[in-house]
């Protein structure tokens, strides 16, 4: 059995997207996987047993059988090929290449945007993280661009079918609002894309899963001293 370690989370969302997407195309089946919750306020990502699946202590990662992978890009591409699924031969480079793009541009730049919209100034209250802050969205919103351009070319991310690139991408998309970009109207082939993509029954599957489990990072709690906590846990306690 697969086994997904997941929290909900843009990166985490790659994988259950995959494994709904999957199930929804008749090649995989509920029983081949289980999605194991990793709380990351409660600092489980930091457990002895998580990092002997993923040692850079992060989520997603996945074990399968003896086998164990982690860095999400690697996931999926391990299980789309296992799978058979949703990683054409015949576009191979097409999807790693914008499948690189993402994991080495688009969610490092959207993480960082997250993290001075929602942790920074709980962490260094006095500090001024307005360059910073402007300096990410900037780049996210040129990313969104890129996609635009590309999108204007092909159906979806890499190349006319739906693949795994469109998969690891969209997670990043949906907090558009929070990190800068007001609409996408700008963006008419991002719009498109943007809104197939939650229409599909798999994707909005796969992003409600363990959709209420990291209660500790709720987005509506930021002023709390729990969220502060989390925080704390998040950015602080890690030894990496």
């Known amino acids: 059995m ?3 370690f997941f929290a ?22 509920r029983e081949d996987f289980k999605v194991v919750g990793v ?11 998580f990092l002997s699946v993923s040692p850079n202590g992060r989520i997603p990662a996945i074990r399968d059988g003896a086998k164990t992978v982690f860095e999400s890009g690697a996931c999926l591409m391990y299980v789309a090929e296992k799978w058979k699924a949703f990683f054409p031969e015949k576009y191979k480079y097409e ?13 490092p730049m ?17 500090a001024d993280h307005t ?21 204007g070319k092909t159906k979806y991310l890499a190349c006319d079918e739906y693949t795994i690139a469109d998969m690891a991408s969209y997670g990043w998309i949906i907090p558009y609002r929070r990190f800068g970009v007001e609409d996408l109207s700008e963006m008419p082939n991002l719009q498109r894309w943007f809104d197939e993509l939650k229409n599909r029954p798999a994707v909005r599957r796969g992003v409600e899963t363990l959709k209420n489990e990291n209660q500790n990072i709720g987005k509506n709690a930021k002023t709390s001293k729990n969220f502060k906590d989390v925080a704390n846990v998040l950015f602080k306690k890690s030894k990496m």
Do not use: C
């Open 95 to 107: 999807v790693l290449q914008w499948l690189f793009w993402q994991v080495g541009g688009l969610g």
């Open 131 to 151: 360059y910073p802050l402007e300096r990410y969205k900037r780049e996210y919103k040129r990313l969104l661009s890129v996609m635009d351009v590309q999108l």
């Open 110 to 126: 959207a993480g960082q945007v997250s993290h001075f919209v929602n942790y920074a100034p709980l962490i260094d209250e006095k």
């Open 8 to 29: 909900p989370t843009p990166n985490g969302w790659k994988l259950s997207i995959l494994v709904e997407e999957l199930v929804e195309s008749g090649k995989m089946s």
């Open 2 to 4: 697969l086994e997904v």
């Open 39 to 49: 709380n990351l306020g409660k600092g489980e990502q930091f457990t002895e047993e």
